[in-house]
């Protein structure tokens, strides 16, 4: 199996420096459920998106601080490959700006979130089960594409993930965080955040770890077909 991952995290602070890239996150996640599968990364942030005629058995689009309403060169032309994929039903699964940017290219809506920040450890569900995962995110989607079945959610992202056809799946969170980016990525931006927002946080970091094994796996038998 050999999968694109579509890098569109354009966070080049000294803080993004210090980690791991959004590629190599992803790698090693899937790394921990499917040990033999190869990855390619793809900068598209940076207009680096691979040729028209790559052949790849699945395709991933990860976060960013950028929101999809931008209206960059590279998020236009993202949108388009989206509709690409679609059309071709190659099987692509997107997380947080993935997520959005998905649901966006095909004729979903995104918007701020009604109660501001959501980050953290978030309870959320996912096809019928509760799982707890990583969350970093001020906009979420509105309204998904026509015909796309909601898949997961609460009540603070009633659109959580979003599955079309047996070819796309999405998730508003983070699946590739460690819990100890996420922790280090709440104090890096705590004095910006509202003091709720970061006390909560805390607290639920302190008591609980995302189900990283879980949705790692998902994700693998997502592009299995499975």
């Known amino acids: 199996m050999h999968i694109a991952i579509l890098m569109t995290n354009t966070d080049e602070s000294d803080f993004a420096q210090g980690h791991p890239k959004d590629g190599e996150k992803f790698a090693t996640l899937l790394a921990e459920v499917r040990p033999d599968w190869r990855v390619s990364v793809f900068s598209v942030k940076d207009g680096a998106f691979p040729a028209d ?3 790849f058995d699945g395709w991933l689009i990860t976060g960013s601080p950028a929101s999809v309403h931008d209206g960059e060169p590279w998020i236009e032309r993202l949108k388009a490959l989206i509709r690409r994929l679609d059309a071709d039903r190659a099987p692509l699964f997107g997380a947080c700006f993935g997520h ?5 290219a095909l004729g979903g809506q995104v918007t701020d979130n009604p109660g501001g920040w959501v980050f953290g450890l978030t309870e959320t ?3 019928g089960a509760p799982i707890r995962l990583y969350a970093a995110h ?3 989607v509105a309204r998904a594409p026509e015909g796309a079945r909601i898949t997961g959610g609460n009540a603070d992202c009633p659109i959580g993930s979003f599955a079309l056809g047996d070819h796309i799946l999405t998730t508003q969170y983070h699946p590739e ?5 996420i922790s280090a990525l709440v104090e890096e931006y705590a004095e910006e955040l509202p003091p709720g927002v970061v006390a909560q946080a805390r ?11 879980r949705i790692a796996d998902r994700i693998a038998r997502f592009f299995e077909g499975r």
């Open 53 to 55: 005629d790559a052949a």
């Open 100 to 104: 959005q940017a998905i649901a966006e």
């Open 125 to 127: 569900e996912m096809e």
């Open 138 to 140: 001020v906009q979420q």
């Open 177 to 181: 965080m460690t819990h100890d980016f």
């Open 203 to 213: 607290t639920d970091l302190a008591a609980r770890q995302a189900d990283r094994h």
